[in-house]
């Protein structure tokens, strides 16, 4: 983490019929010696003892609400999509509110909440009745793809002749009523602006320059394109949002912390690195991580949805088929949906069944929605030709570039190894249900 001081506010151009507005984006908090190392390591040992309490003494009950606790780039929307859609009816989802605008907890029948709002949102949550579930991903590998994504998001604005067009356009899409866009959204409002900004400046530069042009072949350092990633690791944007973001987030500490205090204590963790252990120790143990009914892996793709479905979509289908055998899922056609239900009926052999039939869902799913993503990945990249982010591109990026990010999310990782401790615990858990179920 730097310890160099910053105050950072970027801007977004929005037009209206009679005037411009400069209107703020982002507010970084400035780490800066405002405070001594006493005064944050109070500060954060304070927030560390009054973060200790525990939701259940048993964490793998479903209660009455799940929250699903979205880190970015975790692949939580193809679950979201894929498994809690096929799960809950929308009459049963919350507001979804990623920056708090529009969740109300007093929504009748509530059961389901799925937003990228760090841990601090269950301070509005009735803490007793709720369970939280997450993913976890790589550290390494989640900054590649914050990185890649906030381009790519932007790179669709390129259509635009220019900025001001493209931040009309923006400025629209955050004021369409009754639809939720990525610009909307943590911390993609933040980062999407800043790089549809530079975007849009280093193609001017190009326009003025003209050809010929020589970009190289590594994509991830093309900075007549996009902004290199050795620049973005660095920026004060990255610094306050992304590095050792997983961390911050499940500990409740995000620059969209639903508590004050958390962002003093964030300041100060920023500034000192040495006061991290506390943090790390909150996000890991203490009602936290260890804790969730749920926790699963990016990496290991189709043992975290078998788990899933097992650990999670069994209990949900026992619930919902409990309290009313006539609520479902929206998602199935007619047929599927008396089907996966009525197996949930019978004992726990049917709910093994049912189990089943939401794995299968699932993968029909998710098959479709990483065909639409990546089509339109393709057709977004394509504005940044011959910038192309793949697998494949990234083992060009310098050792030094890599040990650099290892630095910044030093958290994240040790996080990360805590979460793949939990993952094996899981995994025996639900082979023991399976075994039972499966013993006459």
């Excluded at 007093?106 to 601090?120: F, G, I, M, V």
């Excluded at 001017?204 to 970009?215: I, L």
């Excluded at 590594?218 to 900075?223: A, F, T």
């Excluded at 049917?350 to 189990?355: E, G, L």
Aim: glycine fraction near 4%; proline fraction near 4%.
């Amino acid at each position: 983490m730097s310890t160099t001081p910053f105050t950072l506010s970027l801007y977004i151009l929005i037009e209206t019929e009679d005037h411009a507005l400069r209107e703020p984006v982002v507010s970084v908090y400035p780490s800066s010696c405002a405070y001594d190392f006493e005064h944050c390591k109070n500060a954060v040992k304070q927030w560390a003892s009054s973060s200790v309490h525990s939701n259940s003494k048993d964490g793998h009950i479903l209660k009455d609400l799940l929250f699903f606790l979205h880190v970015p780039r975790t692949g939580g929307r193809t679950y979201f999509y894929c498994f809690l859609k096929k799960l809950y009816s929308s009459a049963l989802e919350c507001p979804r509110s990623y920056d708090k605008l529009r969740f109300d907890p007093r929504k009748p029948k509530c059961r389901l909440l799925a937003t990228h709002d760090d841990y601090s949102i269950m301070s509005k949550l009735p803490r007793e009745k709720a369970s939280v579930v997450t993913i976890l991903r790589n550290p390494i590998d989640r900054v590649f793809s914050a990185y890649e994504f906030s381009i790519e998001v932007a790179a669709r604005f390129l259509v635009h002749s220019n900025l001001t067009s493209a931040t009309k356009t923006l400025g629209h899409l955050r004021l369409k009523k009754g639809v939720i866009s990525t610009l909307e959204i943590w911390p993609w409002k933040y980062l999407v602006p800043w790089m549809m900004e530079e975007l849009f400046a280093r193609q001017d530069v190009r326009k003025r320059k003209g050809p010929p042009y020589a970009y190289g072949n590594d994509s991830y350092n093309m900075e007549e394109i996009v902004v290199p990633l050795h620049e973005f690791i660095n920026h004060p944007v990255a610094l306050d949002i992304i590095h050792n973001g997983a961390t911050f987030q499940v500990a409740g500490l995000t620059n969209n912390s639903n508590i004050w205090a958390a962002h003093e204590v964030r300041h100060c963790v920023m500034t000192y690195q040495t006061l991290g252990k506390y943090v790390l120790e909150v996000a890991k143990v203490i009602t936290r991580l260890d804790d969730m009914l749920y926790v699963g892996l990016t990496e290991d793709h189709r043992g975290s949805a078998t788990m899933f479905a097992n650990l999670v979509g069994g209990q949900v289908i026992s619930q919902l088929v409990a309290s009313n055998p006539g609520t479902g899922t929206v998602n199935y056609n007619k047929s599927e949906q008396d089907s996966l239900f009525s197996k949930a009926r019978f004992g726990t052999s049917h709910d093994q069944m049912a189990v089943e039939k939401l794995t299968e869902a699932y993968e029909t799913c998710i098959s479709k929605l990483r065909s639409s993503q990546s089509k339109r990945r393709i057709n977004s990249l394509r504005r940044i030709s011959p910038a192309n982010f793949t697998k494949e591109a990234r083992r060009h990026v310098s050792e030094a570039v890599l040990k650099q990010i290892t630095l910044l999310n030093s958290l994240d990782i040790e996080l990360y190894k805590h979460a793949q401790k939990i993952f094996k615990r899981q995994q025996h858990v639900m082979e023991q249900k399976l075994l039972n179920s499966a013993t006459p």
